[in-house]
């Protein structure tokens, strides 16, 4: 399974992004979905998760501000952000984990969408 990002661009503090993540291959069913994070000098930071069944989950920085879906009709992944901040500046990516098959799992990453927060 593959992922493509995209969305990701400049934008001034206070502004909004919509980050998505198009899974492609063979894909039985989507499990889980999350979004990292990873800003220049640091390790990466998981930000977001939907796993099927429960409630998405945040960071705390980013609470209240990003929201994350998916539409499983397009395979496609999105991570809401708005309200940015200058430290949400980095690179995101998307990680997907679920079915191939009835009984073949796979766990992709995306490549990665560069965020810059900046005025």
């Known amino acids: 399974v593959q992922l493509q990002a995209s969305g990701g661009g400049l934008v001034q503090p206070g502004g909004s992004l919509r980050l998505s993540c198009a899974a492609s291959?063979?894909?039985?069913?989507?499990?889980?979905v999350h979004w990292y994070r990873q800003a220049p000098g640091k390790q990466r930071e998981w930000v977001a998760y939907?796993?099927?069944?429960?409630?998405?989950n945040y960071v705390d920085s980013v609470k209240g501000r990003f929201t994350i879906s998916r539409d499983n009709t397009k395979n496609t992944l999105y991570l809401q952000m708005n309200s940015l901040k200058p430290e949400d500046t980095a690179v995101y990516y998307c990680?997907?984990?679920?079915?191939?098959?009835?009984?073949?799992?796979?766990?992709?990453w995306g490549q990665g969408t560069q965020v810059t927060v900046s005025s």
């Open positions: 939907d796993i099927s069944g429960s409630r998405p």
């Open positions: 291959g063979s894909i039985f069913s989507i499990n889980s």
């Open positions: 990680n997907v984990a679920g079915l191939s098959t009835l009984t073949r799992e796979f766990n992709s």
